[in-house]
């Protein structure tokens, strides 16, 4: 990990999960601790970089020297992604974005009846692909994406790289990394797939940010 890799730079990182109302109690959400995405935030801060972290709701505290901003809905996660995204270098989207919103959500409680009949029916519409958009910004920041697979990562990841049009994306499977502190991820790029030694979380941060700041074109 070369010291001062990033320095100057403007990165940007999504973190955590987004959370979609039902109702004022009721969320749905993706299965994700922000842990990867926060220690990348700080790798990228150690690495010399001005830091801005959209972060979904976790448990975790900010990283040291971080600027973060806090979330709740892939909507909210978009507004606040394009405010920074045309003033950013790179953009790294760890986040675990919700691939829909409930459209019938319901600003008083869903109130539970005897009848089993009366379970609510939900109705989704697709939130915006925040990875994609910042992808297609003309002059916008180099693009790094995740994909956490259950099975056939090599194929998917490479595919999902090419199909966001992004130089670089980082695969893990999800059952590896889930809910752990330790972590397995692989890059892929436009040479192919290239596998990363295992580690914990603050370790596999620090060697993708490396791998980042080595691959950034020089201005
Ligand atoms: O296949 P999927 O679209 O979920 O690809 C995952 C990658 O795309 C991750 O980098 C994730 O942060 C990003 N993503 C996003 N906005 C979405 C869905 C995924 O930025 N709505």
Not at 1 to 17: C, D, Q, W, Y
Not at 53 to 68: E, F, Q
Not at 162 to 172: A, W
Request: charge should be negative; aromatic fraction near 6%.
């Amino acid at each position: 990990f070369t010291p001062k890799s990033l320095l100057g730079k403007r990165v940007l990182i999504t973190a955590g999960p987004t959370s979609e109302p039902i109702d004022p109690v009721r969320v749905l959400t993706n299965r994700s601790s922000g842990k990867t995405g926060y220690a990348i935030a700080l790798a990228a801060k150690q690495a010399g970089a001005e830091v801005s972290l959209i972060s979904g709701p976790t448990a975790l505290p900010c990283p040291y020297g971080v600027n973060r901003v806090q979330v709740q809905t892939a909507q909210q996660m978009f507004d606040q992604v394009m405010l920074v995204a045309k003033h950013s270098d790179v953009f790294i989207s760890v986040a675990a974005v919700a691939d829909w919103h409930v459209v019938n959500a319901q600003t008083n409680k869903i109130k539970k009846t005897e009848q089993a009949s009366d379970a609510p029916l939900l109705e989704f519409a697709a939130n915006p692909d925040i990875l994609a958009t910042v992808a297609a910004l003309p002059q916008g920041p180099w693009c790094v994406g995740f994909a956490a697979e259950t099975e056939n990562l090599s194929q998917y990841a490479h595919e999902k790289r090419v199909r966001k049009n992004i130089p670089m994306l980082i695969g893990n499977l999800a059952h590896e990394v889930m809910d752990t502190d330790h972590t397995t991820v692989a890059i892929f790029d436009e040479q192919g797939e290239h596998a990363l030694p295992s580690g914990n979380k603050a370790q596999v941060a620090e060697l993708i940010v490396q791998a980042i700041a080595d691959r950034l074109p020089t201005p």
